[in-house]
C-alpha cells in the first residue's frame, strides 16, 4: 500500500464507523419510539375495551344510574380490575359544565376520589376530546407526579359525550420501554466515545504529520520545495503536461569557502526568492533544491512557451546582484531545460537528460543554457531500461554489417557487426549510442551480447567465406560473466571463431595491461584476432602498441574526417600511425572514409584497408551476398 493513500483509507473508515453509529443510534431511538408506539396503540385499544364494558352495564342516564352506590362500587372494582403495573391511575369524568369535571369512577385502591369531587384539568385536551369525540394522547408534564402519559377516550352515547374514560401511564413504565434498548444504546454511546477520542487523537496526529511533512517537503535554508516533493509531484501529475528546467549555481562551493556557510545559504535563499518572483508572472510557484546549488523548475505547458520562459529566466538571473555583508555578488548560472515528450512516463530518464545537456553546457563554459531538441528527447525514449529490456526479451534487435575494403582492389575483406534496436512503433532502428550506456553492467547487457554473438555465428554458418569483426567494451574485459559467456560460444564454434576480430571500444585508462593481455591471449587461442578501435583519440595511445598483444589498429574516425579539410596535419598523423604500426607487423583501418577525396589520400598513403559510408553503408549482411 503506497503511504500517500494511508491517510485517506484512515479518514474513509473513520467516517465509516462514525456513520455507523449514527445509524445504529438512530435506529435504536427509533426502535424505542417504536415500541412507545405499540404500547400507547395497546393501551387506546384497552380505553375502547373498557368503554364496551362499561356501556354494557350502564346503557343509558350513565350519570344518574352511577349515583347507585352498588354499582358504583361494582364499577369501580372492575376498573381495579383493569389496572396492572403499567397505569398508574384509571378513573372517568363526567362534565357537568364548562368550568369543571366531576369523578365518577376511580379504580384506584388508595386515595380514591369520592363520587362528585371536582377535576380541574391543566390541560385543553380533555375539552377537545369531550367535543370531536376522538382518542388523544396528553404527554404529562413533570408537576403531574408519577404519570408519563394519559390516554384520554370519551364515552359517547347517542352521539353524545356523556364522560372521559382517563388511563395513566406511569413514568416507571415509560422508563422500562426507554431501558429495553439501553444495553445497545449504552454500546453506542461507549462506541461514540471512543470515536470522538480517535478523531481527537487523529486531528493531533495529522496536524504535527502536517507539521512533519512541511518540515520534509519544504527546505529550511531556501524554503524551496524538496526533491522528495518533486517526486511525490510526478507520481500525482502526468510528465506530459510540463516543462522542466535544471538550474546549477555554479561554484557554489567557492563562494562557501571564500565568504562562509552563512552567507552561501543566504545567497541561496535570496536566488529562490528572486526566482519565485519570475514564476511568479507565470502562475507557477514549483520549485524544486535537488542538491546542493541544484534546482528544478516545472512549469505547465498551456499558456507557457519553453524557449521565452528559459530566455527571459536565465537572463533576469544572470544580471542579479546580491548584496550581503558589505559585499556585491554575482552567481555564475547554467541552465538546461526540456519540453518533455508525451510519450516519457519516467521523471528520472527527464533528470538525467537535463544532467546530460547540463554537463554539455559546463563543457562549453558555464553560464549559460540550452534547450534540449528532438534528438535528446529520442535519447529519454531509448534510455529507459524496461523499454529496452521489452525489445530484448523480444529479441527485437538486428545486426547490421558494414564493410571494411582492400584500399587498392575495392575489395570486401571483412564486415564490422553493428547492433541496433528495432523500434516497430516508429519503423526505425535505434542506435546503441542512445542505450547502451543504460544497460552496461547489467542482465540486459549479457542478454544483448548473447543475441548478437548468436546472429554473429548465425551468419558466419551461413556464409562460410567471410568473415566478421564484433565490438567489445573495455569493461567488458574485465567482467567475468561476460567473458565466460563469450567463451563458451566461441568454444562450441572454433571454426567460426577464426573468422572472427574483437574490436575493443575503451573510454578509459587501461592500468593492468598484463590481465588484459590473458585475455587477448585466451581469445586468440580459439582463432580470433585483436582490433582496437579509435586509434589516437582518448587513451588509445601508442602506449598499446608497446603493451598489447594485437592484431588490427583502427585510425580514429575524427583525425580521418580532417583529411576532408585538406588539412595536412591530419594527413602527416595517419601517415605516422600507419608507418609505425607497419612496423609492429599489425594491419591498418581507416575509418569513417566517407568521401573519395578521403578514399583517394588511403589510396596514396598505402593504408591497407578502408572502412565508411563512401565505400559502403551499415545493411543487412544478404544485401551485400546475396
Not at 140 to 150: M, Y
Not at 158 to 187: C, M, R, W
Not at 598 to 613: A, H, N, P, R, T
Request: with cysteine; aromatic share 14%; proline share 2%.
Amino acid at each position: 500500500m503506497r503511504y500517500k493513500y494511508i491517510n485517506k483509507y484512515i479518514l474513509t473508515l473513520l467516517g465509516i464507523l462514525i456513520a455507523f453509529a449514527i445509524y445504529m443510534q438512530y435506529s435504536a431511538m427509533q426502535s424505542t419510539k417504536e415500541l412507545k408506539e405499540l404500547e400507547v396503540n395497546k393501551t387506546k385499544q384497552y380505553a375502547q375495551k373498557i368503554i364496551r364494558y362499561i356501556k354494557q352495564r350502564v346503557p343509558e342516564d350513565f350519570d344518574k344510574n352511577l349515583e347507585n352506590d352498588t354499582l358504583r362500587h361494582e364499577l369501580n372494582s372492575v376498573l381495579q380490575a383493569f389496572m396492572t403495573d403499567k397505569y398508574k391511575y384509571i378513573f372517568i369524568l363526567d362534565k357537568p359544565n364548562e368550568k369543571y369535571y366531576r369523578f365518577l369512577l376511580d379504580a384506584s385502591s388508595t386515595s380514591k376520589e369520592d363520587f362528585h369531587s371536582i377535576f380541574l384539568p391543566k390541560s385543553n385536551a380533555y375539552n377537545a376530546v369531550y367535543s370531536h369525540k376522538q382518542i388523544q394522547i396528553i404527554k404529562q408534564k413533570d408537576s403531574i407526579e408519577n404519570v408519563w402519559i394519559s390516554v384520554l377516550a370519551p364515552i359517547v352515547y347517542d352521539n353524545e359525550t356523556k364522560a372521559l374514560l382517563v388511563l395513566d401511564l406511569s413514568k416507571e413504565y415509560g422508563k422500562y420501554l426507554e431501558s429495553f434498548n439501553s444495553p445497545l444504546i449504552n454500546l453506542i454511546n461507549l462506541m461514540q466515545i471512543f470515536l470522538v477520542f480517535s478523531t481527537i487523537v487523529l486531528i493531533v496526529l495529522f496536524y504535527r504529520y502536517y507539521k512533519f511533512r512541511k518540515n520534509l517537503l519544504l527546505d529550511k535554508i531556501t524554503q524551496a520545495f524538496t526533491r522528495q516533493y518533486l517526486d511525490e509531484f510526478f507520481s500525482r501529475h502526468s510528465l506530459r503536461n510540463y516543462h522542466a528546467v535544471l538550474i546549477d549555481i555554479d561554484e557554489l562551493r567557492v563562494i562557501n569557502t571564500k565568504f562562509g556557510y552563512e552567507i552561501g545559504n543566504q545567497i541561496l535563499y535570496e536566488f529562490v526568492k528572486y526566482a519565485k518572483e519570475i514564476l511568479d508572472k507565470y502562475k507557477s510557484d514549483l520549485i524544486f533544491r535537488i542538491g546542493g546549488g541544484e534546482f528544478v523548475i516545472i512549469l505547465p505547458k498551456e499558456d507557457i512557451d519553453l524557449y521565452d520562459f528559459s530566455t527571459n529566466f536565465f537572463k533576469q538571473v544572470k544580471h542579479k546582484r546580491y548584496f550581503l555583508n558589505n559585499e556585491i555578488i554575482n552567481l555564475c548560472i547554467s541552465m538546461s531545460c526540456i519540453d518533455i515528450p508525451s510519450d516519457t512516463n519516467s521523471w528520472y530518464r527527464v533528470l538525467r537528460a537535463l544532467d546530460e545537456k547540463l554537463l554539455e553546457i559546463k563543457n562549453r563554459g558555464k553560464n549559460n543554457f540550452g534547450i534540449i531538441d528532438a534528438k535528446d528527447h529520442e535519447k529519454i525514449k531509448y534510455s529507459d531500461i524496461e523499454y529496452i529490456k521489452d525489445k530484448l526479451d523480444n529479441e527485437q534487435i538486428v545486426s547490421l554489417y558494414q564493410p571494411i575494403f582492400d584500399t587498392k582492389t575495392k575489395q570486401i575483406v571483412k564486415y564490422e557487426t553493428l547492433v541496433r534496436l528495432y523500434d516497430e512503433d516508429e519503423d526505425k532502428l535505434i542506435s546503441p549510442y542512445l542505450f547502451l550506456d543504460v544497460i552496461r553492467g547489467t542482465s540486459q547487457y549479457i542478454k544483448m551480447s548473447r543475441l548478437i554473438f548468436k546472429n554473429v555465428f548465425d551468419t558466419l554458418s551461413k556464409y562460410s567465406d567471410i568473415e566478421l569483426s564484433v565490438n567489445l567494451h573495455l569493461d567488458d574485459l574485465y567482467n567475468s560473466e561476460m567473458m565466460n559467456m563469450i567463451e563458451d560460444v566461441l568454444s562450441t564454434n572454433q571454426t567460426y571463431a577464426q573468422r572472427l576480430t574483437f574490436e575493443i571500444l575503451e573510454d578509459k585508462e587501461i592500468f593492468d595491461y598484463e590481465k588484459v593481455n590473458d585475455v587477448f591471449k585466451k581469445l586468440k587461442i580459439f582463432g580470433s584476432k585483436i582490433a582496437i578501435d579509435d586509434f589516437g583519440s582518448g587513451y588509445a595511445n601508442y602506449v598499446y602498441l608497446i603493451k598489447l598483444n594485437v592484431d588490427i589498429i583502427k585510425i580514429d574516425g575524427e583525425i580521418i574526417r580532417e583529411l576532408e579539410h585538406h588539412n595536412t596535419k591530419a594527413k602527416d598523423v595517419v601517415k605516422s600511425i600507419k608507418e609505425l604500426v607497419d612496423g609492429f607487423g599489425c594491419d591498418v583501418v581507416a575509418e569513417f572514409v566517407s568521401k573519395k577525396e578521403i578514399y583517394d589520400i588511403m589510396v596514396e598513403l598505402d593504408v591497407k584497408y578502408s572502412q565508411g559510408f563512401y565505400l559502403g553503408e551499415p545493411k543487412p549482411i544478404e544485401e551485400y551476398l546475396d
